[in-house]
């Protein structure tokens, strides 16, 4: 598209440029969470469906741990670099709408798959797409909203992940019930192709840095976008571009083999069906996910203000909480025993302390979503930064999608032998080992991240 075409006595590129409104604002971040939730349904929708898709095709943990994690993971984080690349030199929005499209369709694709081995490239299909979604959003806000309240921005952002994951696990699982495994997959992916439109016609690619620096008077061309090598170069010389990736890969082994495998845990510990799964953890993770968002970025944006610092060290406090409480939660029974003897683990007293308990680790877990992805756009100049997150999630996606997900499957095979159907509990209980490692990696990180910090 052109940069002359005229609208009145306005170009756009000069209307591109203008400072936004707090209304356009919010309404683009509107816009990108509800892409985000999008992003999230088609993404945690297979937790939901792991039992039909199981007996369906006849799966181990193992073999749905790597329909759900590698499958997706492989192609979504790889092929994020080069789309991020692309996105520090054309339209963000363009990039976005031909992702959230093609991650769609692939979903809806899913529906159709008659073998594991068509589900399984169809899960490809949809990280295919969904690697051009997150970046260039994080850029985005980034260029919309002001260092000051860029961290509540991208919690705000991140609000899609507790906002997709339940309701990808409400639609997801009672579609399943009602109609069959295939009818989810189907009418989630159609959902996102109608709102492709949407983002395209009312989102439009903000002046890159605008609101980082004055303006610099140019002859009418655009910056030129940084070479990959630069950007690599300026980051990878940061030892506070390793903590933090690692830091937050590590927890993201936890967050989303927990949250993937947490449906089948309630169906098979706690004894429900796949209807009241779905009603149960969507409410979980929506309650919980909500409010450790949002006050992640908001205690990052009141204490980083005074130490950069803050903003790894928030997060890295809120996991070490969040493992007594999850294994609490997963032994609600035990705990009301001792007050009410005799209540079974099933019983609605003991389900009604396991969902209060959950919403502190679920909210505890998605902390780090401000704060990090902040911290990270603040290691490099604003040019670089779509490219820059693109190299952070490669890390915390190749481990946490991908590892994450397969660990917890392939250890609950492993644990069969002495647990039985109790295998995916103690699993689990391994897992929480990640979050203690994240929090010494972002205890360090607070430490360096004065240092790498990019004004």
């Not at 509107?30 to 799966?59: C, H, M, S």
């Not at 990878?236 to 449906?263: D, I, M, N, Q, T």
């Not at 845990?265 to 969507?282: K, N, V």
């Not at 990052?300 to 070490?320: C, E, H, N, Q, T």
């Amino acid at each position: 598209m052109s940069d002359a075409v005229q609208t009145g006595s306005v170009t756009a590129v000069e209307k591109a440029d203008a400072a936004p409104s707090q209304g356009y604002r919010l309404w683009v971040l509107f816009v990108l969470i509800t892409v985000y939730t999008l992003n999230f349904l088609d993404r945690q929708i297979v937790g939901i469906l792991a039992t039909p898709l199981k007996q369906e095709f006849g799966l181990s943990d193992a073999q749905f741990g790597l329909l759900g994690g590698l499958a997706f993971a492989l192609l979504y984080s790889t092929l994020a670099i080069p789309l991020a690349w692309l996105a520090d030199r054309i339209s963000r929005v363009w990039i976005m709408t031909v992702a959230l499209a093609m991650w769609s369709g692939f979903t809806a694709a899913c529906g159709f798959a008659g073998s594991f081995a068509q589900l399984f490239l169809c899960r490809m299909g949809v990280g295919v797409g969904e690697a051009g979604g997150v970046a260039p959003s994080y850029s985005l806000i980034s260029d919309y909203f002001p260092k000051s309240q860029r961290a509540r921005a991208l919690a705000g952002y991140a609000f899609g992940i507790p906002l997709g994951t339940a309701a990808g696990t409400l639609v997801g699982g009672l579609l399943a019930a009602q109609y069959g495994w295939r009818t989810a997959f189907i009418t989630v992916g159609l959902l996102g192709v109608l709102v492709a439109p949407l983002l395209r016609l009312t989102v439009r690619d903000p002046k890159r840095g605008g609101l980082d620096a004055p303006a610099q008077p140019t002859d009418g061309e655009k910056p030129k976008a940084p070479a990959f090598r630069d950007v690599r170069e300026t980051l990878f010389r940061k030892p506070s571009f390793w903590l933090l990736s690692f830091g937050a890969a590590a927890s993201s082994v936890c967050g989303y083999g927990v949250a993937l495998w947490l449906p089948s845990f309630f169906m098979r510990s706690f004894g429900l069906t796949l209807s009241q799964t779905a009603w149960y953890y969507a409410g979980i993770a929506l309650i919980g996910g909500v409010i450790g968002i949002w006050q992640g970025g908001s205690l990052a944006d009141r204490f980083g203000a005074k130490s950069r610092g803050a903003y790894p060290l928030v997060p890295a406090i809120a996991f070490l909480i969040s493992v007594p409480c999850f294994v609490l939660a997963m032994n609600s029974g035990w705990l009301i025993g001792q007050v009410i003897p005799g209540v079974s683990g099933d019983s609605w007293q003991a389900l009604a302390l396991a969902f209060a308990i959950f919403l502190i680790p679920t909210g505890l877990n998605l902390v780090w979503l401000g704060p990090i992805t902040a911290a990270v756009q603040h290691l490099v100049p604003a040019p670089m930064r779509t490219t820059a997150s693109s190299l952070f999630l490669l890390i915390n996606n190749l481990l946490g999608i991908a590892v994450g997900i397969y660990y917890f499957g392939w250890m609950s095979d492993l644990l069969r032998p002495w647990f039985g159907e109790e295998s995916l509990r103690w699993s689990i209980y391994t897992g929480m080992g990640f979050y203690l490692l994240s929090s010494m990696l972002l205890i360090a990180a607070s430490r360096t991240l004065k240092k790498d910090w990019v004004e």
